[in-house]
């Protein structure tokens, strides 16, 4: 199966424009048991989705740039107001308001420290991560939420100070583009593709 | 520092009493290649039948409307699997509903029956769940249990939900656990008892002879976890028929009476903001003051280490069935033992323990059948069925299974139902030579804790003999 074929989708004037081949087919088989009896079949497939990021594309692209966008809460009438949500909120659990996008890079630069850790060696199917992943979550200064994400370099440990680096060469516009490492790791040192924004 | 309204927080009020009938389950197992799901379907529905006396198309006379839990369509490769199961039972033209909260399914099929029969809509309800994660490899079925987490923001990390989870078990582990040797063995200590409990069913997919070494020494998972530490993927349904009053008496003698209420929190663990704890009926506002200071890091309530769900899901059920103190109002539990971790995180989200404690329900041998520490009948035994880890976890299936459990032993049939020869012999298991009566010897009420995942739903059903009810206080 080529990937040039596979499907390529663009929007233009409010409607999906579809290129190349968005499944392939191929046969099934019989499943028997050691007398020869048929208990089943195999039902192979291969599908590619469409997925909108609709008011969250501004975070993937912007992970792109190297940069991490949070949003904030602004109705001075809510409880949250002032509420910063990293992951990004399009709206406002509260109130429901659109939030306000801030760049929350420097805050993560100066302040960002592992909450809690996790270290695993198993991964599902579709995985792209190297293994162990070290799955790191992030609390920042004045931030009402703890991000996941992940730790390509060093060892973590609760309390630890890290940095965001992204995947700025090769962007797959997906959240594997954002990663920690800990502070005064060297650019050198960073996995192919991350540079520190 | 969030907060909810009174409203939000009302006790829910039921217009009619709601009972348990009867229920039954299929033989459990990590796959049943020789059968279809609709099968293993109706081997649990006939077992609900025939515990109370009457043939399949007897019961099938008084139900009015069906509930049916399936959390995957990945996993089942059939929208509308349910339409598929309701045809084959044969139960058209009723009205159906297909219901899915990830890992509290089962719990949540059956908060859906219950306000039915509640609110009067129908006398008598099928509640029947069940999964099937046997037909693809497991490194795809891990990629489908990832699916459940948010698509954009986690599943591309890994794929795997265990590494999600994993971080609240890490977060559990230091601050409460103070990452101490003791506290390992009691979490191993959970795998070695649920797994042995799962000896005497004949249903557990997972029954093991073990010691707290074995489970230390497997493999790890994701530390702390050890492969002996998780539950079980498995094959397997599960069904409960709630009824009114009078119908439940002309179907049986013994129904019980069952309240169900549900809570939920964020899916992504990511979105937890802090907020106060709210409190159990035996719990008071001064007694978690000091819990940063006993716990350093503790002070974030839920945190990563709270399941504010199954706070909700006691905080809500309790109140509707008079529920003060767990340890004294229930005779046993069933809890939603995913992880030996997690099971102790529960004992303090629904009471058992304070919040920081709950290791002391499995160190002073509370949790058990029979106390190991005094030989006397455990005080609230939990997982007797062998739980997650030790029988099953079907996930559309298991907080039914859950809830018929606890109900076999109000019924005092649960010898009746794990040691027939015949059933060991059917499912093609072998009973072992020390076989034992798990019967909780007077049980009038009990518990089943239903649980999604990292926490975003979970049910709290609670059975009640007739004749033991709890006098209901106003909060
Ligand atoms: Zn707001």
Redesign the pocket.
């Known amino acids: 199966m080529s990937t040039e074929a596979r499907g390529k989708v663009r929007v233009e004037g409010g409607k999906y424009r579809l290129n190349g081949k968005f499944h392939y087919a191929f046969p099934n088989d019989p499943i028997r048991n050691e007398e020869g009896e048929l208990m089943g079949v195999t039902n192979p497939r291969d599908v590619t989705h469409i997925h909108m990021y609709g008011g969250e594309a501004p975070f993937f692209e912007n992970l792109s740039k190297g940069k991490l966008l949070g949003t904030k ?1 602004e ?1 001075p009438d ?1 409880d ?2 002032g509420s910063v949500f990293v992951p990004f909120r399009i709206h ?1 659990p ?2 429901l ?1 659109k939030n306000t996008i801030v760049d929350m890079t420097e805050t993560a630069n100066k302040g960002a420290s592992v909450h809690t850790f996790m270290i695993t060696e198993r991964t599902g199917a579709f995985n792209t991560l190297e293994k162990p992943i070290r799955f790191v979550n992030v609390e920042f200064e004045g931030v009402s939420t703890i991000l996941m994400g992940y730790l390509p370099v060093g060892e973590p440990e609760m309390g630890m100070k890290v940095v965001p680096i992204f995947q700025t060469k090769s962007p797959t516009f997906t959240i594997i583009d954002l990663a920690w490492v800990p502070q005064g790791t060297l650019e050198s040192e960073l996995p192919e593709g991350f540079s520190f924004g | 520092m969030i907060t909810f309204s009174k409203q939000q927080l009302k006790v829910p009020e039921m217009s009619k009493p709601v009972y348990l009938v009867t229920g039954g389950m299929s033989k459990f197992g990590r796959s049943i290649p020789e059968k279809r799901t609709e099968e293993l379907v109706i081997d649990s529905f006939i077992e609900a039948a025939e515990f109370i006396g009457k043939t399949p198309a007897d019961l099938k006379r008084y139900i009015h409307s069906c509930y049916y839990g399936h959390f995957a369509d990945h996993f089942g490769d059939q929208l509308l699997g349910e339409s598929v199961i309701h045809d084959r039972l044969g139960l058209d033209p009723l009205g159906n509903i297909g219901i899915k909260t990830g890992g509290a399914t089962g719990g949540s099929t059956l908060w859906e029956a219950f306000k039915t029969v509640a609110s009067g809509y129908s006398d008598c309800v099928l509640a029947m769940g069940w999964e099937r994660m046997d037909e693809v490899p497991t490194d795809e079925g891990n990629h489908y249990i990832a699916s459940a987490a948010d698509k954009d923001w986690e599943t591309p990390l890994g794929h795997i939900y265990t590494g999600y989870y994993a971080v609240m078990a890490q977060k559990y582990w230091q601050v409460f656990g103070k990452e101490e040797e003791s506290f390992r063995k009691t979490m191993a200590e959970i795998a070695v008892k649920n797994r042995g409990y799962a000896r005497m069913n004949p249903h557990a997919q997972g029954p093991m002879k073990i010691t707290v070494e074995d489970v230390i020494n497997s493999p790890v998972v994701a530390h702390p976890l050890r492969a002996l530490d998780c539950c079980l993927m498995s094959v397997g349904a599960s069904c409960a028929i709630l009824a009114d009053e009078k119908t439940a008496y002309e179907l049986t003698d013994n129904p019980l009476l069952v309240y169900v209420a549900a809570g939920s929190h964020t899916l992504r663990v990511a979105d937890r903001r802090d907020m106060d704890i709210p409190l159990l009926p035996n719990e008071t506002p001064d007694q978690y003051k000091d819990l940063g200071e006993r716990f350093p890091g503790g002070d974030r309530y839920p945190g990563f280490t709270g399941f504010l769900a199954a706070r909700m899901a006691a905080y809500y059920a309790y109140r509707m069935a008079g529920v003060v103190d767990p340890n004294k109002d229930f005779d046993l539990v069933e809890l939603h033992d995913a992880f030996t971790i997690s099971d102790i995180q529960s004992y303090e989200d629904v009471g058992i323990r304070p919040y920081g404690e709950g290791r002391t329900y499995v160190e002073s041998g509370d949790c058990y059948h029979t106390n190991p520490y005094t030989g006397k009948p455990g005080e609230l035994p939990a997982n007797l069925s062998g739980g997650l880890i030790g029988n099953m976890h079907a996930v559309g299936a298991t907080g039914i299974m859950q809830t018929i459990e606890v109900a076999q032993h109000i019924w005092n049939r649960w010898a009746e139902m794990h040691g027939d020869d015949k059933k060991w012999e059917a499912f093609g298991r072998e009973k072992p030579a020390d076989w034992t009566d798990l019967q909780v010897k007077g049980a009038k009420r009990g518990m089943a804790i239903s649980h999604a995942g990292v926490g975003s739903h979970v049910t709290s059903t609670i059975l009640v003999h007739p004749d033991y009810q709890l006098e209901r206080r106003q909060s």
């Open positions: 809460c109705n809510c949250a107001h406002c509260d109130c308001w």
